[in-house]
């Protein structure tokens, strides 16, 4: 199917037009597209760029990886509570971790990024509309740093552009706790749109699993009942979190094989994070 993505259609109204595959109309040739080199020292970054569809195309030859993170700050909201938001998110105290996220989410509209790791460039194309936005590398926040926040000022009228994609991930609220609504699998050789459906911040992380690893060994894992470890790698790539009623589009070429998708965001009331909460879903990527 065809189908626009305006810039405007950022809310569950807009994204339940979205079918199972589908590309975007647009008024120019391509997205703009930003390559970042993410390395433990920092990485280069623009001041400025037009509104509209951008690719932000990472990589990184360190091996313990990289998230690149962008958002855009709520009024009356600043950098500082920001930074100590994000801390107390990343606590292992689920009460600290969920006041951090609630926090959070208060203090600036997560619009996505990428997780990446040496194996594969991972892209996320994503719509910025005009104003002010600020990017950082989110390993700061689990090392404990003082973060590196890169101004970028977005100008203009959004110009759409022509995106195309082959699959949908949307990441939904259900009865049973936060989910993805995902095929059982798709070709990496093409794109896939990821939709936040949900209340809550949500990110979209890949880890290879092992041989005949199922969903309900992934629930054992997680709720503590088997101590067997499902994953074939240490290392995970994907999306960076996102508020709720945004999109990105994600391309990346991992090696083939069966890949757990994950959450990995603390509940914004219970403080666990969602993966523990069901937030899991084994897919084949090829």
């Known amino acids: 199917m065809t ?3 305006t810039g405007a259609c950022l809310t569950a109204g807009c994204l339940a037009l979205a079918g199972p595959a589908g590309s975007a109309a647009a008024g120019t040739d391509h997205p703009q597209q930003v390559d970042v080199v993410m390395k433990n020292s920092g990485f280069a970054f623009p001041h400025h760029l037009h509104a509209g569809w951008v690719t932000f195309r ?22 500082a509570q920001l930074s100590a938001d994000l ?16 926090g959070v989410a208060k203090d600036a509209l997560l619009v996505g990024g990428t997780a990446v790791e040496p194996s594969t460039a991972v892209s996320s194309t994503m719509p910025l ?16 740093q003082p973060l590196t926040f890169h101004k970028v000022q977005v100008h203009g ?17 259900t009865k049973n706790g936060p989910r993805f609504l995902a095929p059982e699998s798709f070709n990496t050789d093409n794109n896939v ?6 209340d809550e911040i949500h990110e ?36 960076a979190p996102m508020s709720p009623g945004r999109v990105q589009v994600l391309h990346f070429d991992p090696v083939g094989g069966r890949y757990a998708m994950l959450c990995f965001i603390p509940d914004d009331k219970s403080g666990i994070p969602h993966a523990f909460l069901g937030m899991h879903r084994i897919i084949r990527l090829r």
């Open 157 to 173: 009228d959004f110009e759409d552009a022509p995106l195309h994609f082959a699959a949908v991930v949307k990441q939904v609220e």
């Open 58 to 79: 990472t990589t990184t030859k360190d091996a313990q990886g990289h998230t690149l993170q962008g958002f855009r700050l709520r009024k009356g909201h600043t950098l």
């Open 193 to 198: 749109l990821v939709e936040n459906r949900a």
């Open 3 to 5: 189908l626009r993505l």
């Open 87 to 102: 801390n107390n998110a990343v606590s292992n105290t689920p009460a600290t971790a969920a006041a951090g996220i609630s």
């Open 129 to 144: 509309r005009a104003g002010t936005y600020w990017f950082f590398d989110f390993n700061q926040v689990f090392a404990h």
């Open 204 to 239: 979209l992380s890949f880890q290879r699993v092992k041989p005949g690893v199922t969903d309900k060994d992934l629930t054992k894992v997680f709720n503590g009942t088997s101590t067997t470890n499902p994953f074939a790698e240490n290392g995970s790539r994907g999306l």
